[in-house]
């Protein structure tokens, strides 16, 4: 069963290195990546940390595009081609489908990561920049956001069935993770009872990215110990296992 | 596995991720920004909620930061960066009447970016004799992050600089451009103070410092030109 899982992991990896959309995207990011050399210019003596923190941010916000649209096309493309059929009449449990592609996705998104890590590294480094270990602890960080959000999308792509919606519904989500801090405090002001009910269930069921934003809080003094993040790793592990077992559930119900 | 069954492993990875949630809230403190109700320019809310909403406050404070240097760099050029003793008589407010307003941008999305603070009360007590203003900005510092103590070191500086205390005024400069996050603005004033004392060799050092270091190519042109008159009068670094 495992090497099931496991050969449906490795064709998806190998078939997001196939696809057009990514690569572009790839190439898209790396390009944007030299256009941070010209913010760095218009920065003067914060050249180095606007170099920083741009190239943390696309790096982040690509693998995220990659994920996502590598997410909702996974297992809507398959069925929309009936390629699907050939895998679900092998005795191959229909979760094991599931989270194999997933691993695939995945692993495939973090190798794009460390690729434009590397090229941020060697711009970085070119500017002057002398190692902060701080970095490496951000990419893991990073990856697993865009674990969260390839979670979420592949959940949203078996909900809705349709790839647009599923985009929509997982970006909204993504952006409404990193706002938790103001949704509180609306809620706190709210007098309604109704409205402070419905914010408090959007911040539980939404993923709390700000658990995982170590690249836009590190430099701040009594910012907690990288030890402590791993809460936010388990709490980024558990919420993906979550929106899979959901999708499992979808998958389960499809007829084919 | 059965649909129940699925659904309830999804049921427990639902608690157990609420748990987490729960125990980072408790266990210890997530940086807390402050909310978006900063004073923030009408022109750039936009962008500026837009980085909040992608998690991307530092990276929008940087860009606020990129707008306060254009800002200070594109408008009135009448007079020499750092001339501070000059411009004590007849600055008009109306210099950059809003330096304040755009650092204060920079920092309500960012409050630990300790270089805006640095920068824009140099150029507010030092270059364009706003005293109060530079001092105001300070203090907003030093509360966001009170263990930041070069706050304490240049307001110090700026409040010898109202008392026209120069000497006091030189000793705290000195102490501060030992520090790398010292702004050149700042360099730049403490080589024209040297230079109007008469320490024409310390300024030359002080200049050929900036010239070494600095990536801004005002200060560059700047501290070219100090080089250049001092070298004339037989100083060099």
């Keep these: 069963m ?3 899982l496991l050969s449906i992991a490795r064709y998806t990896f190998v078939q997001q290195f196939r696809n057009r959309l990514y690569l572009v995207v790839l190439f898209f990011g790396a390009l944007l990546m030299g256009v941070s050399l010209l913010f760095g210019a218009l920065a003067a003596e914060q050249e180095v940390r606007v170099i920083f923190d741009l190239g943390l941010l696309l790096t982040e916000l690509f693998g995220i595009v990659a994920v996502l649209f590598g ?32 691993l695939g996705l995945v692993v495939s998104v973090v190798i794009s990561l460390l690729l434009m ?13 002398s190692f902060d270990p701080h970095y490496l602890a951000a990419l893991p960080f990073i990856y697993l956001k865009v674990c969260v959000v390839g979670a979420l999308a592949v959940f949203f792509s078996l909900f809705s069935s349709s790839a647009v919606a599923s985009v929509v519904f997982t970006l909204f989500f993504s952006l409404l993770g990193h706002f938790g801090s103001e949704l509180t405090f609306l809620a706190r002001k709210s007098e309604s009872v109704l409205s402070v009910l419905l914010v408090k269930t959007i911040i539980v069921i939404m993923p709390n990215f700000q658990f995982l934003n170590y690249r836009d809080v590190w430099h701040i003094p009594g910012s907690p110990p990288l030890s402590l993040w791993v809460w936010g790793g388990a709490y980024a592990v558990l919420y993906a296992a979550a929106c899979l077992s959901l999708s499992i559930a979808l998958f389960s119900r499809k007829e084919f | 596995m059965s649909i129940k069954r699925t659904v309830l492993t999804a049921g427990i990875f639902f608690m157990a991720f609420l748990f987490s949630a729960q125990a980072i809230s ?18 750039n809310a936009l962008l500026d909620v837009s980085g909040v909403f992608i998690g991307a ?34 600055v008009s407010l109306s210099f950059y009447p809003h330096l304040l307003t755009y650092a204060r941008r920079s920092v309500g ?13 140099g150029a507010l007590a030092f270059n364009l004799n706003r005293a109060e203003e530079a001092l105001s900005l300070l203090a907003e510092g030093k509360k966001a992050d009170p263990t930041f103590w070069r706050y304490q070191l240049y ?10 205390q120069m000497d006091k005024v030189i000793e705290l400069l000195e102490e501060a451009i030992q520090y790398p996050d010292c702004p050149p603005l700042l360099e730049n004033i403490l080589g024209n103070l040297h230079k109007k004392k ?20 005002g200060y560059l042109d700047a501290a070219r030109r100090q080089l250049e008159t001092l070298r004339s009068m037989g100083y060099t670094a």
């Design chain 1, 2 to 4: 495992m090497k099931s």
């Design chain 1, 71 to 102: 997410a909702v096309t996974l297992v809507l493309e398959e069925m929309e081609s009936k390629t699907i059929y050939l895998l679900l009449t092998r005795p191959l449990p229909r979760g094991f489908y599931i989270v194999g592609r997933y």
């Design chain 1, 117 to 129: 890590g590397v090229i941020h590294v060697t711009l970085l480094g070119i500017k002057g920049w």
């Design chain 2, 26 to 43: 408790t266990v210890f403190f997530t940086p807390r920004w402050p909310l978006f109700g900063a004073p923030s320019m009408q022109d």
């Design chain 2, 57 to 90: 406050r530092r990276f929008a404070a940087d860009l606020a930061f990129i707008q306060l240097l254009q800002y200070y760099g594109s408008e009135e050029t009448e007079h020499e960066e750092g001339e501070a003793d000059s411009l004590a008589a007849g």
């Design chain 2, 109 to 121: 999305l960012d409050p630990y970016f300790h270089d805006v603070y640095l920068f824009a009360a």
């Design chain 2, 155 to 164: 307001a110090g500086a700026i409040a010898f600089r109202k008392s026209f």
């Design chain 2, 198 to 217: 008469g320490n024409y060799a310390r300024a030359a050092q002080i200049f050929r410092h900036i010239l070494e270091t600095s990536r801004d190519q």
